[in-house]
């Protein structure tokens, strides 16, 4: 297994070293972590495309591109995503070690990333103005495209009804009726506060001396730092007054049903949460589940139903494609289905499939770079900080009981249906 450091480099940067000697590459991430706030996010994803394009030593993508190729093909990836109510964008790098080069690369790789997210193309206060309003057009042909996949844009608007008036009903790519009036300033002041004020986690994974790693990241890596936002936990334990039943029509050929509940489980109670996840895996997560088998093969009342759940805001979530005139019917299986779930009314054949399916997909995400890196940085921002085979314990040590304990406060609170 990989051999874990972690070191504080200053005032809320934390670098995490994973050395694992089966990986060629080192995968370079850097999360910065802030609260959700709608007036920000949609300057922050407009500034996290900005800083991908161009920096003072490179000011082009031609620039840019032209460099990573010099870096044996170095590749950089970056975007916006949501944990629970946090806000986090983030920048990977991928790099071949330098033990299978004929000459060192990781300082000049490490020079190039600290170009990227320290020196962003600003000029006199502002990034280039033309850029910006090719940048703020792109963003908006995503976010106004986002309601062509009706199954992705029902579990967003099912988010949206069932956590109004909560940091998670926030979109996290942003909204396009802020565009219009967000200037290249607008995009530098972004920059310098979510630079001093992020949470800012490093974490370099793959065949490496950690030595020599840690004494470049020390060197390296300075940002300008001041107030550093406090992240505040979300709010689990909502109990809603009732179900809020919502229908979009849209002319739809195939109705997209989205049924939300609250689970009532903090994922800080960990022999909970993962006999929330067995509980879950058996309900709808995948070929072996009751929605699966029950709801789409034997009643064939949709052409897909599969439920997952939001471990940091304590939501579960079923999505599902049905015939028009069977929504209400879907309604009454789907519950059917999670009230046998939550009455212990499933074998141990289930139990032991929930768990395969779990323990596989977990074993070979972890197979990867990426995964792996993943998983640390997941554990860190939850503050929850637990070991792969730790998590693989909990998993397997699920029984009925623990299931049917984690299951039974689900609550139903949002129907959000487009036909």
Same mark, same amino acid.
């Given at each position: 297994m990989s051999d874990i450091n972690v070191f504080d480099l200053d005032r809320g940067v934390t670098l995490a070293l994973i050395k694992n000697p089966k990986f060629k590459s080192n995968l370079i991430s850097i999360y910065f972590a802030r609260n959700l706030k709608k007036e920000e996010v949609t300057k922050i994803s407009l500034l996290c495309? =900005? =800083?991908?394009?161009?920096?003072?030593? @490179?000011?082009?993508?031609k620039e840019i591109s032209r460099k990573m190729d010099e870096l044996y093909g170095l590749s950089m990836n970056m975007g916006v995503s949501k944990h629970g109510e946090k806000s986090l964008t983030f920048f990977k790098f991928l790099s071949v070690s330098d033990d299978y080069l004929d000459e060192p690369i990781f300082e000049d790789v490490i020079d190039f990333i600290n170009e990227i997210v320290n020196?962003? %193309?600003?000029?006199? +206060?502002? %990034?280039?103005?033309?850029?910006?309003?090719?940048?703020k057009n792109a963003l908006k042909d995503e976010i106004e495209a986002r309601i062509n996949d009706k199954k992705s844009y029902a579990l967003l608007?099912?988010?949206?009804? =069932?956590?109004?008036g909560e940091p #998670?009903?926030?979109?996290?790519? $942003? @909204? /396009?009726?802020?565009?219009?009036?967000?200037? *290249? &300033?607008?995009i530098a002041d972004t920059y310098y506060d979510f630079i001093s004020t992020s949470n800012i986690y490093?974490?370099?994974? $793959?065949?490496f001396n950690e030595d020599r790693v840690l004494e470049i990241c020390k060197n390296k890596f300075k940002f300008n730092r001041g107030n550093i936002e406090s992240i505040k936990r979300e709010e689990i334990f909502k109990i809603p007054e009732n179900i809020t039943y919502t229908t979009e029509i849209m002319g739809m050929q195939q109705g997209k049903l989205v049924m +939300? #509940?609250?689970t009532m489980v903090d994922y800080k109670d960990y022999?909970? @949460? #993962?006999?929330?996840?067995?509980?879950?895996?058996? %309900? $709808?997560? $995948?070929?072996?589940? &009751?929605? %699966?088998?029950?709801?789409?093969? &034997?009643?064939?009342?949709? @052409?897909y139903a599969h439920s997952t759940l939001e471990k940091s805001k304590g939501l579960m979530l079923v999505s599902s494609g049905i015939e028009l005139d069977l929504y209400?019917? *879907?309604? &009454?299986? /789907?519950?059917?289905?999670?009230d046998d779930v939550k009455n212990g009314n499933f074998s141990d054949k289930d139990i032991e499939n929930a768990k395969k399916s779990i323990l596989n997909t977990f074993r070979a995400s972890h197979d990867s770079i990426s995964g792996e890196s993943d998983f640390t940085y997941n554990q860190f921002i939850s503050d929850t900080n637990l070991k792969f085979e730790e998590v693989t314990d909990y998993i397997s040590g699920v029984s009925r009981e623990d299931i049917v304990e984690a299951m039974k406060n689900i609550v139903e609170d949002t129907v959000y249906y487009i036909k």
């Open positions: 495309n =900005m =800083m991908s394009i161009g920096s003072k030593k @490179y000011p082009t993508m020196r962003p %193309f600003i000029v006199d +206060g502002e %990034f280039n103005p033309s850029m910006i309003e090719i940048e608007r099912c988010i949206e009804e =069932m956590c109004e #998670y009903s926030i979109d996290q790519t $942003g @909204y /396009v009726d802020d565009l219009k009036s967000i200037t *290249a &300033k607008d490093i974490s370099i994974e $793959g065949d +939300g #509940y609250r022999k909970k @949460y #993962y006999s929330l996840m067995v509980g879950n895996s058996i %309900f $709808g997560g $995948g070929p072996h589940s &009751k929605l %699966f088998n029950n709801v789409r093969e &034997k009643e064939s009342m949709c @052409y209400e019917k *879907a309604l &009454k299986l /789907v519950t059917k289905e999670l």
